[in-house]
């Protein structure tokens, strides 16, 4: 095998390999982030009773726990997702590549941030030395504003999601390692995003939770990139 046959088969090979782990990243992601929100953190916060709400922290805390673990889990995939995405469209797209990688990862610590509110609403409301300071009603009041800000930092953290699937869309479209047809899903899962969290500030009293059906359309993507790997791999 010659140098160029070597290099060209390396090549080859780490792209299969970032296919892969591309796809594995976001079918984890597509589990712990839905089962995080819709299961464990809905057991623990209590919408418009805050009181209930602290009083579940206290007694039992451990929905909320391995809630925001699977967040966290979730956003270390996304960081994973970011760099194998990269590898994989980067070949005839290297700046646009890194463009997107970027956004997402700006995504990714933004929805850190939300996450360490949510912690410390946690350790508020569950601190012994913390009780012993200040009033139920204070700590109340602690524990709603972290809460708070920590659903107000997803909402960002999401738009921008939203606009990093969007440059995604364009360099799926671009590319001449994916068919240009995946650029549809994403971008229009990008657009869903976008239009759920605008959309809740600008008009607060419509309903834009059918959006959310746009917003599978990464789970595409994930289907592709896997197929895609494991028949190159095989």
Do not use: C
Not at 11 to 26: D, P
Not at 102 to 110: N, V
């Amino acid at each position: 095998m010659d140098n160029d046959s070597a290099q060209d088969f390396s090549n080859g090979l780490m792209q299969r390999n970032s296919a892969i782990i591309a796809g594995l990243g976001l079918l984890v992601m597509v589990f712990a982030a839905p089962i995080a929100n819709f299961y464990f953190m809905s057991q623990s916060v209590v919408k418009g009773d805050i009181a209930a709400t602290v009083n579940g922290l206290q007694f039992n805390g451990t929905p909320f726990l391995i809630g925001t673990f699977l967040l966290f889990v979730t956003y270390v995939m996304d960081i994973i997702v970011a760099w194998a995405l990269f590898w994989y469209l980067r070949k005839d797209q290297r700046a646009l590549s890194q463009l997107v990688a970027w956004s997402r990862l700006i995504y990714t610590a933004l929805a850190f941030v939300g996450l360490s509110s949510s912690i410390l609403a946690y350790d508020l409301a569950v601190s012994l030395s913390i009780s012993n300071l200040f009033s139920e009603s204070d700590i109340q009041t602690m524990v709603f504003a972290h809460l708070s800000a920590a659903k107000s930092m997803e909402s960002m953290a999401l738009m921008l999601f939203g606009v990093h699937l969007g440059m995604l869309s364009i360099l799926l479209w671009r590319s001449t390692v994916t068919p240009s047809w995946l650029s549809i899903p994403v971008g229009l899962a990008g657009t869903s995003y976008i239009g759920m969290y605008l959309g809740k500030y600008f008009a607060p009293d419509v309903d834009w939770g059918w959006l959310i059906l746009f917003a599978l359309g990464e789970l595409v993507l994930m289907v592709w990139l896997l197929a895609f790997g494991w028949r190159k791999q095989s």
